[in-house]
T-cell receptor, first 113, second 112 residues
Framework: EDKVVQSPLSLVVHEGDTVTLNCSYEVTNFRSLLWYKQEKKAPTFLFMLTSSGIEKKSGRLSSILDKKELFSILNITATQTGDSAVYLCAVETGGTSYGKLTFGQGTILTVHP | DGGITQSPKYLFRKEGQNVTLSCEQNLNHDAMYWYRQDPGQGLRLIYYSQIVNDFQKGDIAEGYSVSREKKESFPLTVTSAQKNPTAFYLC???????????FGEGSRLTVL
């Protein structure tokens, strides 16, 4: 059974802090790892990582994948209250389950002013 | 407007009643998915469909049924056999080749 585990489950910080969210996985037929941000309802896409060691960046957010150690991290620098959300990690597997994503439990990030 | 439309956004039902959640998309995506979200458990896959007239069970399909008669539509029925149906249900789509999922706004079902 495919498994994705995120840590910590929740995190409270103050504006300006830097946070690191973790995602580890045990799956068969790995294709990619994706990060989503969920503020209220629909999760919105952040990053998709397929290659090990290559950092993806978007503004204050960045993410990297380690396929040898089977984990990924999502970094947010200079956090703002608008970063408060649930951050979801998902792993896409291939083969007969082409395109199927298995999600982790999510990390609830709260940023205080 | 392009996107994924889920309806209703909120639904209350009595125990023992079947309910059907609608998901319509005009993104021309091949694959459609239903996920259930409970607090502290992330998203769990109920059913998915990669082409019309075909669908597969996900990790928690018991007590649910789906159909995929049209590319644009993938309704989910929560049957009375589902023991704990109160949850937030998310519909998503993707291209057949996989990758990024696009999500609807969700339907929150409460069974009284």
């Amino acid at each position: 059974e495919d498994k994705v585990v995120q840590s910590p489950l929740s995190l409270v910080v103050h504006e300006g802090d830097t946070v690191t969210l973790n995602c580890s996985y045990e799956v068969t037929n790995f294709r990619s790892l994706l990060w989503y941000k969920q503020e209220k309802k629909a999760p919105t896409f952040l990053f998709m990582l397929t290659s090990s060691g290559i950092e993806k960046k978007s503004g204050r957010l960045s993410s990297i994948l380690d396929k040898k150690e089977l984990f990924s991290i999502l970094n947010i620098t200079a956090t703002q209250t608008g970063d408060s959300a649930v951050y979801l990690c998902a792993v896409e597997t291939g083969g007969t389950s082409y395109g199927k994503l298995t999600f982790g439990q999510g990390t609830i990030l709260t940023v205080h002013p | 407007d392009g996107g994924i439309t889920q309806s209703p956004k909120y639904l209350f039902r009595k125990e023992g009643q079947n309910v059907t959640l609608s998901c319509e998309q005009n993104l021309n995506h091949d694959a459609m998915y239903w996920y259930r979200q409970d607090p502290g458990q992330g998203l769990r896959l109920i059913y998915y469909s990669q082409i019309v007239n075909d669908f597969q069970k996900g990790d928690i399909a018991e007590g649910y049924s789906v159909s995929r008669e049209k590319k644009e539509s993938f309704p989910l029925t929560v049957t009375s056999a589902q023991k704990n149906p109160t949850a937030f249900y998310l519909c998503a789509t993707s291209w057949a080749r996989g990758g990024e999922l696009f999500f609807g706004e969700g339907s929150r079902l409460t069974v009284l």
